[in-house]
């Protein structure tokens, strides 16, 4: 396949969408060990680039990488933080040319921020059985 039948979706959605909202995000009040899992969430989405060889890699990684890294990352990270880039990328992704013309990419996108609400629900629902609450 030759440079010019790659559609451009394959290496904007880290340069554009990614890169774009981590710029955009404000990790002033992040520890150390939050940065470097911020950084680590990062480098797991950007190094995914590399195995996609067209569309159908993308939307798959959009369906279900995608909310899988954010569970995950809801585990290290404030969970606004969390949120405020995972829907900065996706939402950075519906400003693209290549995406607001491919109902696929669209629909992945849609699906994968439905699919992140009910992740963070699972957590929230989670973290009350894990935080410790002293006795009356």
């Given at each position: 396949?030759?440079?010019l039948?790659?559609?451009?979706?394959?290496?904007?959605?880290?340069?554009?969408?990614?890169?774009?909202?981590?710029?955009?995000?404000?990790?002033s009040?992040?520890?150390?060990?939050?940065?470097?899992?911020?950084?680590?969430?990062?480098?797991?989405?950007?190094q995914?680039?590399?195995?996609?060889?067209?569309?159908?890699?993308?939307?798959?990684?959009?369906?279900?990488?995608?909310?899988?890294?954010?569970?995950?990352?809801?585990?290290?990270?404030?969970?606004?933080?969390?949120?405020?880039?995972?829907?900065k990328?996706?939402?950075?992704?519906?400003?693209?040319?290549?995406?607001?013309?491919?109902?696929?990419?669209?629909?992945?996108?849609?699906?994968?921020?439905?699919?992140?609400?009910?992740?963070?629900?699972?957590?929230?629902?989670?973290?009350?059985?894990?935080?410790?609450?002293?006795?009356?």
């Open positions: 396949m030759s440079v039948n790659i559609n451009p979706l394959i290496y904007r959605f880290v340069r554009y969408c990614l890169n774009r909202a981590y710029l955009e995000l404000d990790d009040r992040l520890s150390a060990d939050e940065r470097y899992s911020l950084e680590t969430i990062l480098s797991i989405i950007r995914a680039e590399d195995g996609w060889k067209d569309v159908e890699n993308v939307v798959k990684f959009i369906s279900n990488e995608l909310p899988k890294i954010y569970g995950e990352a809801l585990e290290r990270l404030p969970d606004k933080v969390v949120d405020e880039l995972f829907e990328v996706l939402n950075n992704c519906k400003d693209l040319d290549e995406v607001k013309t491919d109902p696929r990419v669209l629909s992945a996108i849609d699906n994968a921020l439905e699919s992140m609400r009910n992740i963070k629900k699972k957590f929230l629902e989670g973290s009350k059985t894990r935080i410790y609450e002293p006795s009356a």
